[in-house]
């Protein structure tokens, strides 16, 4: 158990429609990272919050957006869905969001989300 | 898209025997990591590299940081049937922050 709790597990849903994902860090990290994995794809880096602020953003598409609450538990929304969408999202803590930490992430089990 | 080059893609191989796969990159990382991920579960942490030239083992493996630092591999011996999964080299730049980015994975299946 790496501490990083998402739900839901699984989430299967229709194109054109919007989900909310959440994760749970572990306590006391101040970092929050999304990911996407698609079929047997490796994991695509989408954006990283840092103790409630944006630190970094990937390959994240503009019908995607996240935030990070005062409590450090945050959330993936992604709307008007496409089957492209279907995926494994991940989402990993870490201590430290700055440049110079130790780079071990964390990583929740993931939601599913099926795009139907 | 992604930037580390993780080869093999597949690896079938017999219990007992033991295995190699590398990662390299055009890009210099401070930090490499693997990673392990099973069906259904996330990547779970199973070495951490900080330092060029660094040999770091955890049990049955053991992981390189390249002198270059534009690579590393890692090593598992003697395979076991649990060794199953998909592993996943990451690296960590200094212009990136914190960021991991990742390999493709290297899908390893252990014939008992």
């Known amino acids: 158990d790496s501490g990083v709790t998402q739900t839901p597990k699984h989430l299967i849903t229709a194109t054109g429609q919007r989900v909310t994902l959440r994760c749970s860090p572990r306590s006391g990290d101040l970092s929050v990272y999304w990911y996407q994995q698609s079929l047997d794809q490796g994991l695509q880096f989408l954006i990283q919050y840092y103790n409630g602020e944006e630190r970094a953003k990937g390959n994240i598409l503009e019908r995607f957006s996240a935030q990070q609450f005062p409590d450090l538990h945050s959330e993936l929304n992604l709307s008007s869905l496409e089957l492209g969408d279907s995926a494994l999202y991940f989402c990993?803590?870490?201590?430290?969001?700055?440049?110079?930490?130790?780079?071990?992430?964390?990583f929740g089990e993931g939601s599913r989300l099926t795009v139907l | 898209g992604q930037q580390l080059n993780q080869s093999p893609q597949s690896m079938f191989i017999q219990e007992g025997e033991d295995v190699s796969m590398n990662c390299t990159s055009s890009s210099i990382f401070n930090t490499w990591l693997w990673y392990k991920q099973e069906p259904g579960e996330g990547p779970v942490l199973l070495i951490a590299l900080y330092k060029a030239g660094e040999l770091t083992s955890n049990g049955r493996l053991t992981a390189q940081f390249g002198i270059t630092r534009k690579d590393s591999f890692l090593n598992i011996s003697a395979s076991i049937p649990s060794d199953v999964g998909i592993y996943f080299c990451?690296?960590?730049?200094?212009?990136?922050?914190?960021?991991?980015?990742f390999g493709e994975g290297t899908q390893l299946t252990v014939n008992p």
């Open positions: 990993a803590s870490s201590l430290m969001g700055l440049a110079g930490n130790t780079g071990e992430l964390f």
């Open positions: 990451a690296g960590q730049r200094e212009t990136s922050g914190s960021r991991l980015t």
